[in-house]
Every structure is written in C-alpha cells, then in structure tokens.
Nanobody, 124 residues
Framework: QVQLTESGGGLVQPGGSLRLSCTAS???????MGWFRQAPGKEREFVAA????????TYYSDAVKGRFFISRDKDRAVHLQIDTPIPEDTAVYYC??????????????????WGQGTQVTVSS
C-alpha cells in the first residue's frame, strides 16, 4: 500500500494561484498519480493525472484544462499548479495513486491509494 501525503491547500482569491503537492511513500507498484476533488453535496470528480509508464502523459478534466497543471518530481512527488482559480474550484482535493490504463484514468476505481484530502477554498 502506498502512503500519500498532501500539502498546499488553503484560501486563494479568484484569479490567484495555488500549488498542491503530494508525496508517495513508494512508486514501485504504481504508474500514475493524480487528483480528484469533492465539493459539498457533490460526488468526487476527476481533476488531473500524470502517468509515467508507458511514456509520460498528462490528463485533465474539461473543467480545469488550461488553468491547472500537473507535474511530477523524480522524488516521488506530484504537484498540481492551480492558476486563475474560480469559486467553483472550491473543494477537498484528494491525491491518488494507482495503475490505470488510458481508458480508465478518470475513473476512481482505477486507483488503489488515496490521501486524506486538502481543502481548497476560492473566495475573495
């Protein structure tokens, strides 16, 4: 089982920026890490993911494409850069890790490990 440690959540103004980070205890048995989010009263939804085997590929939901950017360090860390956030981005953001295939990257069941979540609030 992979332990995931998240950091970087908080309050951000609309149009500002925020960076979330997630560090995995091990990447030996995973080939992708990503982020989902859950707003109050809504289901958890896919945000972004990065898969490094086979090849390095990033994936984004339509809601965040062009505003959020996911990247990976060699030291088992993944970062989510949130640019020009809007109030609708307010949610608890969960880091996740697993071995999804291309067609299942946006599916929660494709991921085996989850972080505890970090709150992101977009408000002026």
């Amino acid at each position: 089982q992979v332990q995931l440690t998240e950091s970087g959540g908080g309050l951000v103004q609309p149009g500002g920026s925020l960076r979330l980070s997630c560090t995995a205890s091990s990447i030996n048995n995973i080939n992708a890490m990503g982020w989902f989010r859950q707003a109050p009263g809504k289901e958890r939804e896919f945000v972004a993911a990065i898969r490094w085997r086979p090849g390095a590929t990033t994936y984004y939901s339509d809601a965040v494409k062009g505003r959020f950017f996911i990247s990976r360090d060699k030291d088992r860390a993944v970062h989510l850069q949130i640019d020009t956030p809007i109030p609708e981005d307010t949610a608890v953001y969960y880091c996740t890790a697993g071995r999804p295939i291309t067609s299942t990257v946006i599916t929660m069941r494709s991921y085996s490990d989850w972080g505890q979540g970090t709150q992101v609030t977009v408000s002026s």
